[in-house]
């Protein structure tokens, strides 16, 4: 089975904290994808990754950036975090872009 | 600007009953479309994807009908279970593309 994971199911932090969320999946994908996901908007992609070192935007990039440096490993980062950011971040792998596999999910609250 | 608008936000249907969601699009790149569906506290998982070249899909209980002159598709949950409740999303994929565009959600409740 695949498995994708999230470093946190709950995070906590105060605006203008610097915040990194993590997810790393185990079944060699090449695509990763980061989406938030708010009641009535559905799932918004922020960024995503075809490879390592690559990035791509997604629909909202803005406030957030992203790392790869490794194939299995994709980090979500807030820079300077905001209360418009307060939102469940899901991660998700995928070997085509097809089929997508997404892990449990992040609830961040920005205080 | 959402690419594929998705209807109703929400569906209350009672054990048995036939919940049907919509979804619509413009875009005629779309080669691939999936529904996920997502459970409280899970992420999404895919549930039924189909391409354009059928009008029709079944997998189980779960039916998508395609319509491309209308570009329009819709997930049809046949003989609906309390065990189904859950939000549904459906999506499209361009021809050639790593991503997905998702629908708004539909939160499907199916009472006893």
């Known amino acids: 089975d695949v498995k994708v994971t999230q470093s946190s199911r709950y995070l906590v932090k105060r605006t203008g904290e610097k915040v990194f969320l993590e997810c790393v999946q185990d079944?060699?994908?090449?695509?990763m994808f980061w989406y938030r996901q708010d009641p009535g908007l559905g799932l918004r992609l922020i960024y995503f990754?075809?490879?390592?070192?690559?990035?791509e935007k997604g629909d909202i990039p803005e406030g957030y950036s992203v790392s790869r440096e490794k194939k299995e490993r994709f980090s979500l980062i807030l820079e300077s975090a905001s209360t418009n950011q307060t939102s469940m971040y899901l991660c998700?792998?995928?070997?085509?872009?097809?089929?997508?596999?997404f892990g449990p999910g992040t609830r961040l609250t920005v205080l | 600007q959402q690419q594929v608008k998705q209807s109703p936000q929400s569906l209350i249907v009672q054990k048995g009953g036939i919940p049907i969601i919509n979804c619509a699009y413009e875009?005629?790149?779309?080669?691939?479309f999936p529904w996920y569906q997502q459970f409280p506290g899970k992420g999404p998982a895919l549930l039924i994807a189909?391409?354009?070249?059928?009008s029709e899909k079944k997998e189980g209980r779960f039916t998508i009908s395609f319509n491309k002159s209308a570009k329009q598709f819709s997930l049809h949950i046949m003989d609906s279970q309390p065990g189904d409740s859950a939000t549904y999303f459906c999506?499209?994929?361009?021809?050639?593309?790593?991503?997905?565009?998702f629908g708004t959600g539909t939160r499907l409740t199916v009472i006893p």
């Open positions: 998700a792998s995928s070997p085509t872009g097809r089929e997508q596999f």
């Open positions: 875009n005629t790149a779309f080669d691939y």
């Open positions: 079944m060699d994908h090449e695509n």
């Open positions: 990754s075809y490879d390592v070192k690559m990035k």
């Open positions: 999506a499209a994929k361009v021809t050639g593309a790593n991503n997905l565009f």
């Open positions: 189909i391409r354009p070249d059928v």
